[in-house]
C-alpha cells in the first residue's frame, strides 16, 4: 500500500510563498497530484505531473504562480507555491494513481487511488 505524507503547510500572508512536499514511499505509479480543499468547497485539482514523461498540468488558478516537481531519487513530490492569495487557503493533498495509468498528468480525482492526510495552507489578506 502506497503511503504518502504531505509537509510544508503554514501560514503566510498575501503575495507570499510556501513549498509544499510529498513523501512517496515505494512509489512505481505513472502520474501524481496535488489538490486542495477549503471548508465547505468541493476538493478541487491543482497540478499534476507525469512521473514518466515529467509533463505537468496546472489549473487555470495557479498555473502563473504554482510549480509541482518531482525528484525520482528521493520519492518526493513539490509544489513550489508563489504570489499566494487569500483564496488559496485549503488543506493541500499530495495523490498518486496505481501503476500503468496512462491519463496523465490529470486533475481528475478518479485517477488517483492513494491520497495523503493533508496539510493546512492559510494565507491572510
Known amino acids: 500500500r502506497e503511503r504518502l505524507g504531505e509537509s510544508g503547510g503554514g501560514s503566510v500572508q498575501a503575495g507570499g510563498s510556501l513549498t509544499l512536499s510529498c513523501a512517496a514511499s515505494?512509489?512505481?505509479?505513472?502520474?501524481m497530484g496535488w489538490f486542495r480543499q477549503a471548508p465547505g468547497k468541493a476538493r478541487e485539482g491543482v497540478a499534476s505531473?507525469?512521473?514518466?514523461?515529467?509533463?505537468?498540468y496546472n489549473s487555470d488558478s495557479t498555473k502563473d504562480r504554482f510549480t509541482i516537481s518531482k525528484d525520482n531519487a528521493k520519492k518526493t513530490l513539490t509544489l513550489q507555491m508563489n504570489n499566494l492569495k487569500p483564496e488559496d487557503t485549503a488543506t493541500y493533498y499530495c495523490?498518486?494513481?496505481?501503476?500503468?495509468?496512462?491519463?496523465?498528468?490529470?486533475?481528475?480525482?478518479?485517477?488517483?487511488?492513494?491520497w495523503g492526510q493533508g496539510t493546512q495552507v492559510t494565507v491572510s489578506s
Open positions: 505531473i507525469s512521473m514518466l514523461t515529467d509533463s505537468t
Open positions: 515505494e512509489y512505481t505509479g505513472a502520474c
Open positions: 495523490a498518486a494513481s496505481m501503476p500503468g495509468m496512462t491519463n496523465c498528468p490529470s486533475l481528475y480525482e478518479f485517477v488517483y487511488v492513494y
